[in-house]
């Protein structure tokens, strides 16, 4: 009797595991009701990337992807953490479950489309060359035998790569924890250019005044999107949702209003 109880014991153990193996493995996506149980939702972000995230004067986070994302979390019903995180080891925070999103000019590549749930673009760009308007460069031929820089772990980076004769012609190419300190480093003359996405650029001349043009040329053309764990589907589809609701009903014209003086953004509109 105590052998047949063991073997029973046993099995119900054995169906147990199976059972609880394979609700794990389901595949069901419980991501949207997981966030607004916890009630909050953690955007990981670059806070030196004007005028999409960045530290104001009084060091708050701030910034259109900032105000966009701010009321996505009061239409969902939850509060916004933004959480400041290393750009270069991105994916690895997103995957680790210390954020929820990747959501500050984060461009949009095969490679991360494979690896991450994209929302659909909300803005467009490109990766561009700033020079000092007193250098004497005009074009990315120009730079040829001269030091730029970018930032670590960037959309930067990729498109100098994507672009092996313009780099072959480079003497270096010096990399930076953000484009602020990069921008400063041109300033003060230790590299001749800086590389970076071309709405961070402008934004920065437009509002620091300082003595920076942006070449004409641009190295790679490309789209802003929202990027999700690759599981987090329901998630990633109900903040696409809210953000159509509010081109629709003019938010996010008016957000990118008060940030860029225009309506640039494409949410909706393709």
């Not at 509002?207 to 053309?221: A, H």
Request: proline content about 2%; glycine content about 8%; overall charge negative.
């Amino acid at each position: 009797m105590k052998k047949i109880f063991s073997v029973l014991l046993v099995c119900l153990m054995a169906a147990s595991l199976a059972f609880a193996g394979g609700k794990k493995d389901s595949g069901v996506d419980n991501s949207l009701e997981d966030l607004k149980a916890r009630g909050i939702f953690v955007l990981g972000l670059d806070d030196a990337f004007p005028p999409l995230g960045f530290r104001d004067d009084a060091n708050n986070i701030v910034g259109y992807d900032i105000d966009l994302a701010a009321e996505v979390c009061k239409r969902l019903g939850v509060e916004l953490k933004c959480q400041p995180i290393d750009w270069a080891a991105k994916e690895q925070e997103l995957n680790t479950g210390n954020i929820d999103c990747i959501w500050n000019g984060f461009t949009m590549t095969p490679e991360r489309e494979a690896a991450l749930s994209f929302t659909k673009p909300y803005l467009d760009n490109a990766q561009v060359v700033i020079v000092r308007s007193d250098a004497g460069i005009a074009s990315l031929a120009d730079l040829a035998g001269k030091k730029i820089g970018l930032q670590a772990g960037s959309s930067a980076a990729d498109a100098v790569d994507a672009n092996p004769n313009f780099k072959a012609t480079l003497d270096e190419v010096v990399e930076f924890k953000d484009n602020l300190t990069a921008l400063m480093d041109l300033e003060i003359g230790g590299v001749d250019g800086v590389v970076m996405d071309m709405v961070v650029g402008n934004y920065s001349i437009m509002t620091t005044g300082k003595n920076f043009v942006v070449l004409s040329e641009n190295l790679s053309s490309e789209k802003y999107g929202i990027g999700f764990r690759k599981a987090d589907v329901e998630l990633r589809d109900e903040v696409q949702k809210i953000l159509e609701e509010m081109a629709a009903d003019g938010t996010v014209a008016a957000i990118s209003a008060k940030w860029f003086g225009s309506d640039i953004s494409v949410i909706g509109k393709n």
